[in-house]
């Protein structure tokens, strides 16, 4: 029987169709010092995780029966690619299964900051009671998202979903990708009907000057990808989401711009210092904030938990144990 070790968990619908299918699933957190004893203590060939777990050069060579790693979600930057393939062990993600969990809250922050929301509920509780009228005229400037310009930097699955609430909303969406010069977008609407609307790229810069928000969807970055430069480039009053990797945005400057009131908001799913985000960063009174929860919806988790499960399973149908 193969056993899978599921280090960061696995929603129980993906659990289930393996069990259904003769696999054991160890549903168990290791800490890292004790990951490779684990794994060889259990013979785990296939190994899942998400972010949390970092699948290590020295983690491959201590386990040398493993076969599979497999990552619930985009992005493999907590994966050595390299040593993993020197030892001939496959590694494979969930790239479709949370676009729409991850796009819907790209636009929880933007709903929450161009009515101030982030600020509101963390004013009301306190002052509610007492300054009812001075807080309704402190909110009472927000503005509507239909006719404003949408910047999508990084137009995979992700930032096309991102792109199709934009439209729905009535917004201009304009995007920017270094392997993507025009996409035709199909939406699949409640009664079945669908509709094709077509894309073509923009370069950065014009992305930059031309937005009433930049939304980021990119893996993990060597450098920056908005830092002084690019923010001095953006609209005066634009707002800026990130829910893809932290580390692509200079958080320094995004607080001196948000202090100037250059920036009018921001919305932060991941963080440079991730799991230790900046004291400033958290207690910033214009920054709306979610600890890295992009996936982390119902639908979304069952997805990725089956989609690792057949894909697992594929995988043993050609390369029986």
Do not use: W
């Not at 985009?74 to 993600?93: E, P, Q, S």
């Not at 790209?106 to 929301?117: E, K, P, T």
């Not at 300054?131 to 400037?141: G, H, R, S, V």
């Amino acid at each position: 029987m193969v056993q899978v070790l599921a280090n960061d968990g696995i929603a129980a619908s993906g659990a289930a169709l393996l069990e259904e299918n003769g696999y054991n699933v160890h549903s168990v957190k290791v800490a890292p010092e004790q990951l490779s004893d684990y794994i060889n203590s259990n013979d785990i060939q296939v190994l899942l995780v998400r972010s949390a777990t970092q699948v290590t050069k020295t983690l491959l060579e201590q386990c040398p029966k493993l076969k599979l790693v497999g990552r619930g979600g985009v992005g493999l930057d907590n994966i050595d690619l390299t040593a993993a393939a020197a030892r001939g062990v496959k590694v494979f993600n969930t790239p479709a299964a949370s676009s729409q969990s991850v796009a819907e809250l790209v636009f929880a922050h933007i709903f929450s900051g161009v009515r101030y929301l982030y600020d509101a509920n963390r004013n009301m509780p306190l002052e509610g009671d007492q300054k009812f009228k001075q807080l309704k005229k402190a909110y009472a400037a927000g503005t509507e998202l239909k006719g404003k310009t949408l910047g999508v930097i990084g137009f995979g699955r992700i930032g096309q979903a991102v792109a199709k609430i934009a439209l729905g909303l009535g917004m201009e969406v304009i995007f920017h990708d270094r392997q993507t010069t025009k996409v035709d977008l199909e939406f699949e609407f409640f009664n079945g009907i669908t509709q094709m609307f077509q894309i073509e790229s923009n370069t950065m810069e014009d992305v930059l000057q031309q937005s009433d928000f930049i939304t980021l969807h990119l893996p993990a970055q060597k450098e920056y990808v908005i830092g002084n430069n690019e923010i001095k480039k953006m609209k005066e009053g634009a707002g800026l989401i990130n829910t893809s990797r932290g580390g692509i945005v200079d958080e320094k400057a995004l607080l001196d711009a948000l202090d100037k009131n250059y920036i009018s908001f921001a919305g932060l799913d991941v963080f440079e210092s991730e799991p230790q985000p900046e004291i400033r960063v958290l207690m910033h009174p214009k920054i709306s904030l979610t600890p890295h929860t992009g996936a982390s919806t119902l639908e979304s988790q069952n997805r990725i938990g089956v989609e690792l499960a057949e894909q697992i399973i594929a995988f043993y149908q050609e390369n029986p144990a």
